[in-house]
Each structure stands twice: as structure tokens, then as C-alpha cells.
């Protein structure tokens, strides 16, 4: 098996051109999350009015409280886990 090390010196421009490509679209893959976040994401001031009602509703005695679903797995896991445990046949007094 011979190695060309011509063919192999001729072949870098093409490959060091590849991955500069594979830089420009990662790069600009980035950017566009970057700017769809900015785009979407609240303002301070919304965020101030929205703290100021959630105060005032907590405050009243209606507590909207909204629950992430990691939150809710993690009190069904707790919940499981108690089930698991009062039924267990290990006495209590010891």
C-alpha cells in the first residue's frame, strides 16, 4: 500500500475548507438560538408586573402556584416511595 503524500498535501485545502464551513454553520446555528431567545424572551418590566400580581395573589389568599413537571415526578417518586415503606413488614417499634 502506498501513501501519496501529494494527493494527501492537495486534499488539505479541500478539507480545511469542509470544516470551516462546519464552524460558519455551527456559529450561525448559535446566533439564530440567540436571537429567537432574545425575540421570545419577556421584558423586566413584564416581569416586574407579573412578580407584583403574583404577590398580590398570594397575598389575597389564592395561591396560583404552578408546578414544573420535574416537581411533580419528584413528589409521586416520595409518594411511591412512603407506599413502599408502610408496606414493608419490618415492625415499627423496632
Known amino acids: 500500500m502506498k501513501f501519496d503524500i501529494n494527493a494527501f498535501m492537495d486534499s488539505l485545502?479541500?478539507?480545511?475548507?469542509?470544516?470551516?464551513?462546519?464552524?460558519?454553520?455551527t456559529i450561525v446555528i448559535i446566533l439564530g438560538i440567540y436571537l429567537l431567545k432574545a425575540i421570545t424572551a419577556?421584558?423586566?418590566?413584564?416581569?416586574?408586573?407579573?412578580k407584583a400580581d403574583?404577590?398580590?395573589?398570594?397575598?389575597?389568599?389564592?395561591?396560583?402556584?404552578k408546578e414544573s413537571a420535574m416537581d411533580l415526578m419528584k413528589e409521586r417518586e416520595k409518594k411511591d416511595f412512603y407506599k413502599e415503606v408502610e408496606s414493608n413488614y419490618i415492625s415499627r417499634d423496632l
Open 13 to 25: 485545502p479541500i478539507m480545511g475548507v469542509g470544516l470551516l464551513g462546519i464552524f460558519i454553520v
Open 42 to 50: 419577556k421584558t423586566d418590566k413584564n416581569d416586574s408586573d407579573d
Open 54 to 65: 403574583k404577590k398580590e395573589k398570594t397575598d389575597s389568599g389564592a395561591d396560583t402556584k
